[in-house]
C-alpha cells in the first residue's frame, strides 16, 4: 500500500526557513513528477506550490517562486521542500504527492503544519 509520510514542519519566524521532507513507500517514486501541496488555514482546497518532474526539472507557484526549491532523491524515495525568506501567509500544512497535472493523485498523508508567527 502506498504511504506519503510527510516531516519537518513546525514554528517559524517571518523571514526564516525549514525544510520539509516527504517519504514515499509502496510506489515506483522515481517514475513519477511529484510536488508540495499546502492548505491554509480556512481553506478547503489544497494548492499546488511546487513541482518537480522524474528527470528532475522544476516548477513553483508565483507566491513561492524565488523563496522555495523543491528536490528529490530518487535512490532514498524522498521529496524535500527547502522554504527561505518564509511570510505569515506561508502557514498552512504541507503535503506531498503525485503531480496532479500528470498524474492521478495517491491517498494523502497527515500533513506536516508550518507555521510563521513571530
Known amino acids: 500500500q502506498v504511504q506519503l509520510v510527510e516531516s519537518g514542519g513546525g514554528l517559524v519566524q517571518p523571514g526564516g526557513s525549514a525544510r520539509l521532507s516527504c517519504a514515499a513507500s509502496?510506489?515506483?517514486?522515481?517514475?513519477?513528477?511529484m510536488g508540495w501541496y499546502r492548505q491554509a488555514p480556512g481553506k478547503q482546497r489544497r494548492e499546488l506550490v511546487a513541482?518537480?518532474?522524474?528527470?528532475?526539472?522544476?516548477n513553483y507557484g508565483d507566491s513561492v517562486k524565488g523563496r522555495f526549491t523543491i528536490s528529490r532523491d530518487n535512490a532514498k524515495n524522498t521529496l524535500y521542500l527547502q522554504m527561505n525568506s518564509l511570510k505569515p501567509d506561508d502557514t498552512a500544512v504541507y503535503y506531498c504527492?503525485?503531480?496532479?497535472?500528470?498524474?492521478?493523485?495517491?491517498?494523502w498523508g497527515q500533513g506536516t503544519q508550518v507555521t510563521v508567527s513571530s
Open positions: 504527492n503525485r503531480d496532479s497535472r500528470w498524474f492521478t493523485l495517491l491517498p
Open positions: 509502496g510506489s515506483i517514486f522515481s517514475i513519477y513528477a
Open positions: 513541482g518537480i518532474t522524474s528527470g528532475g526539472s522544476t
